[in-house]
Structures are given as structure tokens and as C-alpha cells.
């Protein structure tokens, strides 16, 4: 693991104001220094596992609502992120929720880093895509994603990926506390927290193999006890024989090395966050056709990418206009 730093990080520039708000804005070379080229960052997946036995031992199955988000209002530094239908909530919101704990957690270890000046609570809360939530949340885009061919993304993978927060990475490589966004065969999509391998009738393994079928998850379903709960969930092709609850099943989640079908990512700890240059890879996205993919492979290279004097209607004209409602089915609904 890459040694954390000692001093205090300067925080970047980081905004959800329009062009009118911010008349003439430059950017240049903003952002943190990421970690060293062939080092393995430190992760956030001890904070999460702690913080979905926390939330499983007291928030269980408190009901679910695709228009709720947290299971209560959430404190983040010094703001208060509105819970919005707590104690209730959804998959993406549960995500949302564990992963802003984790990041609460860590930040009270590390008081000399400036976790809410790298990244602010206006990250969270707005609706431009230089905001977390419309890319956590699926929501539709006004403009297409060339690589994916369709307006709207793949989740908590681009989420951490554009935001300099962490990387994608592939299933036969998971780790407990990664997050998984997934398609089923009837159409819904999910997100949950990775927990294990599963190989047939239940069996927990930590290694992926070929007898590996499916992968045990974290998240708010609409099933069963509805809310915050665990799931067995297995590829489409294979469904094991229903046993009774606690153990409950997702069955028919669809297998797909593409990002836009299932994908997988991995937090890192915020002291090797890099949140300054986001726009250039929003740029690199939507204007080059780049895939998430490809910019996964060098998000971490050399130094923070700088943007030159250009404003940001001239890095990319849309970047600040609205989106609006998710663009994939978040039913809740699982086979048991």
C-alpha cells in the first residue's frame, strides 16, 4: 500500500454553479496528486464492510421507495444531506449512503487531510454532471455517452472513476467492499456492495473460479423484508432452489465484460483522490468518445491533468445543463 500523506491537502476547485454564476472561470492543473504509478492505493473497503454491519444490526428492513434516499439525513462535515423519505430508501441511496459513512469514518482518522474541501457536500446534492448524484443515480444525460451508446451511464463505475475517487474493477478480480451495479433478464438494474463469491446452493467462496456462479450483496431491496438487507444473487442460466428467509435470492442478474451491463468499482481512500481535474475527462468522455475503460487505465498517471485557460462553456458546452429523471428500472424487486 501507498503511504499516506501527512500534510494537509489544498482543496480544488470544485462546483455545481453555472456559467452565468462563474463568468470567464479557468482551470489550470487543479486537483490532488493521485497515488504513484504500479503502487495499489489505499481502499475504503474496511469502512464499508464496518459500516453495512453497522447498518444491518440497526437500520434492517426499514422499507423501500425509489424516491427516498437515505435511511436518515446524513451529516457530511459541516452540512446535513437530507435523507428525503428516511427511514426508507432505494438501492442507489443505500450505495450513496454507505459509501458517505465510510468516507465519514475515514476522515475522522485523518483530520489533517481536507476530505470535504476536495470533494463538498454540493457534490452529492446537485444535478449537473459535474455532480456525483446524476451519475450515481443512472440518471438520463441531455447528450449521449459515444461508448455506450445510449444517455446515461453505468452508476457507481463512472461515478468514481470521472471524479478521481477510485477505479473500476473487473469481476474475477472483486474484493469485499466494492460496490456492483447489474442488469437483470426482466429489464431492472440494481446497486449493491459486494460481499463474496458465490458458487452453486449458496456456497460463500473468496476466490473466483469456474465454479463461481453468482456473488452475495449489500443493498435496499423492495422484496422480502423491503429495505436494507442481503441477497444471494446468481447469473442468469442458474438459480438455486429457494430456502427460507433470512436467505433470500436475486436470480437472473446478466454477466457482460461491458461496463454498461454490469460493472464493478473499488473506493479509494480520500488522502489519493484526485477530484480537481474531472472536467477534462468529462471532455474526454463525451467530446473524444473515449470509453470509461480507457480512461480508467491512465486515471491515475502522471500528474493531474490541467485544462489550460479555456472557460467551461468552451471545455464543453452541456457540462452545466440539468438532467433529469433515472433512465434505469430500480424496481427493488428481487426473486425473493
Not at 21 to 46: C, F, H, M, R
Not at 51 to 73: I, R
Not at 159 to 174: E, N, P, R, T
Amino acid at each position: 500500500m501507498a503511504a499516506m500523506p501527512t500534510g494537509t491537502l489544498a482543496s480544488p476547485l470544485v462546483t455545481d454553479m453555472t456559467d452565468s454564476e462563474q463568468p470567464g472561470l479557468t482551470v489550470e492543473g487543479e486537483g490532488v496528486a493521485g497515488p504513484s504509478a504500479g503502487l495499489s492505493p489505499p481502499t475504503l473497503q474496511a469502512e464499508i464492510l464496518n459500516v453495512v454491519d453497522d447498518l444491518a444490526a440497526s437500520k434492517q428492513g426499514l422499507g423501500y421507495d425509489l424516491s427516498s434516499f437515505y435511511t436518515e439525513p446524513l451529516m457530511y462535515g459541516a452540512s446535513t444531506l437530507a435523507g428525503k423519505g428516511s427511514p426508507k430508501t432505494m438501492c442507489v441511496g443505500a450505495v450513496t449512503e454507505i459509501m458517505i459513512r465510510a468516507i465519514n469514518r475515514w476522515a475522522e482518522q485523518n483530520p489533517d487531510i481536507d476530505v470535504y474541501g476536495q470533494l463538498p457536500a454540493s457534490k452529492w446534492q446537485g444535478g449537473s454532471l459535474q455532480s456525483l448524484r446524476p451519475w450515481l443515480f443512472v440518471w438520463k444525460l441531455e447528450k449521449e455517452i459515444p461508448s455506450y451508446k445510449r444517455a446515461y451511464g453505468a452508476g457507481t463505475h463512472d461515478a468514481l472513476i470521472l471524479f478521481g475517487m477510485g477505479q473500476g474493477v473487473k469481476f474475477s478480480d472483486a474484493a469485499p467492499g466494492d460496490f456492483v451495479n447489474f442488469s437483470r433478464n426482466n429489464g431492472s438494474g440494481h446497486a449493491a456492495v459486494f460481499l463474496s463469491y458465490l458458487k452453486a446452493d449458496f456456497e460463500e467462496t473468496e476466490t473466483f473460479g469456474p465454479d463461481v456462479m453468482g456473488f452475495k450483496y449489500f443493498s435496499a431491496q423492495g422484496s422480502g423484508e423491503a429495505g436494507l438487507d442481503y441477497r444471494y444473487a446468481y447469473f442468469d442460466g442458474y438459480c438455486p432452489a429457494r430456502r427460507p428467509a433470512p436467505t433470500r435470492r436475486d436470480c437472473g442478474v446478466l454477466k457482460s465484460d461491458n461496463a454498461a451491463t454490469f460493472s464493478m468499482a473499488r473506493l479509494y481512500a480520500p488522502s489519493h483522490w484526485r477530484t480537481g481535474d474531472t472536467r477534462y475527462f468529462l471532455e474526454e468522455v463525451f467530446e473524444k468518445g473515449r470509453s470509461f475503460e480507457e480512461i480508467n487505465a491512465e486515471r491515475y498517471a502522471g500528474e493531474p491533468k490541467a485544462l489550460g485557460n479555456r472557460t467551461i462553456q468552451q471545455i464543453i458546452p452541456y457540462i452545466t445543463q440539468l438532467v433529469s429523471e433515472p433512465a434505469v428500472n430500480f424496481s427493488g424487486e428481487t426473486t425473493d
